[in-house]
């Protein structure tokens, strides 16, 4: 193969908002390559951009416009590459591009329809068409995932973790070998023998990269993400073996984040964006450098990674994601003048020019302040320090310093204080923490709860209202809320349809059980969650898609098998011909010897027949297998989507009922009040004496952990939010609720918030 340089491609994103004017032109005459002029207004340029130049002009190997769907940018960017693979050279193709501006929609696919998937899946698809056709060689595809973030690389693949965060993934470091070989330690490899198994291992990295993720590290923008597919070769009876790698790269997010005035672990991630996406285009600037002998690639992980598959003889091709909404120049326009205008306002207000951060002298003068307030014995004192929002602020960082340090210090003498303890108390304080874990927990379960309830009480009432049913015919129309039997199993006759007909059809592969143990997470929620995720998933966008899916996958599923049986009746019908075919030679044979006769040299008319429909139909049975294959890579697929919507599904829930819980915690009177050291009504002996010895080990410790969010009786009265609604329902304290176990637990707070629900129910159906 000829030393190839790298090719660059532009890809640019449809606009959200169809017939977009145009803000870019392309320009595809000049000296056959094409170039990208974008154009900006110039009070725009004015505005943001220091020179005032009013249109920027890029070039490209070739430009895809919005237009281009994903079977174009198979055909013209990765399969050129994915063949110079099947040849045993190595190749790379990048997606590289701002956040949200497609380079995950073209490297891995969209999550809703079929048509929409990437290069990765189609890369894969055709790989293995290829692999099938030719028989020459032997061949063995492995496949690895990994994600590199902040210079440090985590195995995707890796099964036997359950990552809840990229810190639990095996991290995988980089050894070179004295002939400066790269091996990567901890990255597996996995073999896949066929198309599905090599896309249940995408799957399960994407969704094993989706949980790892966390609200506050959104490592799927700001870190790099290589897919490999790892051939070899070999002919039959020879040694050699020959070696090619496809890297499948999604990059970080390439806007500059360091420029956006962010501080502390986000510039940390910046710097390492940054720095990373800037070596790589060092190494690929060198090597489009003729005579250029050294390739900086140690530089970075990724480079290191990407060592021998870059520049040489590989084909490196990188696809320049662009997203331009006129929409965001005008946006920005506009937040631009609106913050020059609120600055200026501002400075009118308070006589004073503010700059971003406050002085040392400002500084000092508030922790002073903080200091005096804190003494003053006075309860009526007030800390006044302005309406400035960063006084404030520094305030509260100042006082959650303070508290924290007490906290430590406090928590150092209780422990001190235990260890003389621990020989005579028979329940160590391990299992007091874990005890009040579960309580806390159930609290906000059914905090959590009883407000969902409350809302789909209020939504009841206004589906009400709207409709302006009678009482008889909204019991007949209306689901209950809460399903009152097993919360699962409505969803689940709906759902299994489908899955359940995939197990019919023998011809469909097994799922990856690894993507199973995913999906499976849930199995391991409370009940009293399961409900709330039953509602939430109800009232998800997701759920729609999900729903779509499953009628897509349905059809697809009656197609299948409606093809299954015509290709047994093709097959039988084939196997008559040529028994018809087998029986007519018998008899032109036995004709032949009876009369004495030499088989006739002219062609049969009746067994031409029989052979032209017997090709005839095994033209239509490789036709419907072909058509069969294709439909059974598709459902696999739309099951793979589904199951990794699920997962997202369950991931958001997750997030938004943490939210719910630290709300909970933050509103709840009962952690506000002074109640709030006994916050347990309790119901035996032994429980009281177990909050006894809590309360007495570390009275401190009992007031940070076990105030109960659910408010007490005394305090619900005297609450002015409480409605009739409210007070009607039992309140049972929660902690009254026996702490034998998980089970027990859950069973308790089921029935308490079944007969929640039905006075709810009652109510509401009451009421109108
Ligand atoms: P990135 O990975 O660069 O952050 P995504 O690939 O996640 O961006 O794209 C952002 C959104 O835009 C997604 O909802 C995606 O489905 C959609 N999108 C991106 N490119 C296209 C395209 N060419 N056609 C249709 N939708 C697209
Ligand atoms: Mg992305």
């Known amino acids: 193969m000829v030393k190839q340089t790298i090719q660059i491609f532009a890809r640019v994103k449809p606009p959200v908002r169809k017939h977009q004017q145009g803000i870019y032109s392309i320009d595809e005459d000049e000296k056959l390559i094409p170039s990208l002029e974008i154009i900006l207004p110039r009070d725009l340029a004015d505005g943001f951009v220091n020179n005032k130049r009013e249109s920027y002009k890029f070039k490209f190997q070739r430009i895809f416009d919005q237009d281009a769907n994903q079977e174009t940018i198979f055909e013209n960017i990765a399969k050129p590459v994915a063949g110079s693979v099947l040849a045993g050279y190595n190749g790379t193709i990048f997606a590289y591009g701002q956040t949200g501006s ?9 999550a809703e329809r079929y048509s929409d998937r990437g290069i990765i899946p189609r890369t894969l698809s055709y790989i293995f068409e290829q692999l099938q056709k030719d028989s020459s060689k032997i061949y063995t595809t492995h496949i690895s995932y990994l994600e590199i973030y902040n ?10 973790h359950e990552a809840s965060s990229l810190e639990d993934l095996p991290k995988v470091t980089i050894l070179e070998d004295p002939d400066q070989n790269i091996h990567l330690k901890n990255l597996t490899l996995h073999l896949a023998t066929t198309e599905e198994e090599a896309l249940n291992l995408l799957f399960l990295g994407d969704t094993n990269r989706m949980i790892a993720e966390t609200p506050m590290n959104q490592a799927s923008t700001r870190s790099h993400c290589i897919f490999t597919i790892h051939l070899s070769s070999k002919e039959p009876g020879s040694a050699t073996v020959r070696h090619a790698k496809l890297h499948l790269v999604d990059l970080a997010g390439s806007e500059r984040v360091a420029k956006t005035g962010v501080g502390g672990h986000l510039l940390t991630e910046a ?12 190494v690929i600037i060198a090597l489009s450098e003729k005579h250029r002998s050294h390739i900086p690639y140690r530089n970075s992980m990724m480079t290191s990674v990407l060592r021998d598959s870059l520049g040489g003889n590989c084909m490196t091709t990188m696809i320049a994601t662009l997203s331009l909404e006129k929409r965001n120049l005008d946006v920005i326009k506009r937040l631009q003048k609106e913050i020059q ?26 922790e002073k302040l903080i200091t005096s307030f804190l003494e003053d014995q006075d309860p009526e004192s007030r800390l006044e320090v302005g309406a400035d929002m960063r006084k404030v602020h520094h305030c509260f960082h100042h006082l959650k310093k303070l508290l924290n340090d007490k906290k430590i210090l406090e928590n150092n003498t209780v422990s001190s204080e235990s260890k003389d303890q621990d020989c005579q108390e028979p329940l160590k304080e391990e299992e007091y923490r874990k005890l009040r874990d579960i309580l806390k927990q159930r609290d906000n379960e059914i905090n959590i709860l009883v407000n969902m309830l409350k809302k789909e009480k209020k939504k009841a009432q206004e589906a009400l209202h709207l409709a302006g049913m009678d009482r008889r015919e909204f019991r007949h129309s209306q689901s209950p809320p809460f399903r009152l039997g097993n919360p699962e199993e409505g969803q689940r006759m709906r759902l299994s349809s489908a899955p359940s ?11 990856s059980s690894l993507l199973h143990k995913k999906i499976g997470m849930r199995e391991e929620m409370s009940l009293g969650r399961q409900e709330a995720f039953e509602i939430f998933k109800r009232d998800h966008a997701d759920s729609v ?40 030679h018998i008899q032109q044979v036995a004709l032949g010897i009876s009369e004495n006769m030499a088989v006739p040299l002219m062609p049969d008319q009746q067994e031409e027949k029989l052979r032209s429909q017997l090709e005839e139909e095994k033209r239509r ?21 589904m199951d990794k919507a699920k997962v997202k599904l369950q991931k958001e829930f ?53 105030p109960s969010p659910c408010p007490s009786p005394h305090s619900q009265k005297q609450s002015s939010t409480s409605t009739p609604l409210e007070d009607s329902i039992p309140k049972t304290p929660v902690s009254s609720i026996p702490l034998t176990g998980d089970s027990q637990t859950d069973s308790d707070i089921i029935a308490f918030i079944k007969a929640r629900q039905s006075i709810l129910q009652k109510q509401c159906l009451g009421s109108n």
């Open 545 to 584: 898609t999900i729903d779509d899916n499953k009628q897509i996958l349905k059809q697809r599923f009656s197609e299948a098998k409606a093809l299954g049986e015509s290709i047994n009746e093709a097959r039988s019908k084939i196997g008559h011909l040529k028994e018809e075919i087998t029986q007519r």
């Open 654 to 706: 997750e997030v938004w009922w943490a939210e719910e819980a630290t709300n909970l915690q933050v509103n709840s009177p009962a952690v506000n009040s002074l109640d709030h050291t006994k916050p347990f009504l309790q119901t035996s002996d032994s429980q009281h004496e177990r909050s006894q010895l809590l309360s007495n080990k570390s009275d401190v410790n009992a007031r940070k952990i076990l």
């Open 151 to 160: 210079e440090c690389g985590y195995d995707l693949l890796d099964p036997r």
């Open 102 to 110: 497609g380079k995950t929609f073209t490297i891995t696919g969209g």
């Open 271 to 282: 710097k390492y964006i940054n720095l990373s996406l800037h070596y790589l285009e060092q």
């Open 621 to 641: 049975y490789k036709t419907m297998f072909t058509r069969l294959k294709a439909l059974k890579v598709e459902i696999e697929h739309l099951q793979l989507l």
């Open 341 to 366: 205008e609120l600055k200026d306002e501002l400075a009118m207000v308070t006589g004073e020019q503010r700059t971003e951060a406050l002085t040392e002298a400002e500084l000092l003068q508030l």
């Open 501 to 511: 007909q995939a197990q019919d059809f023998s011809i469909l592969g097994k799922r």
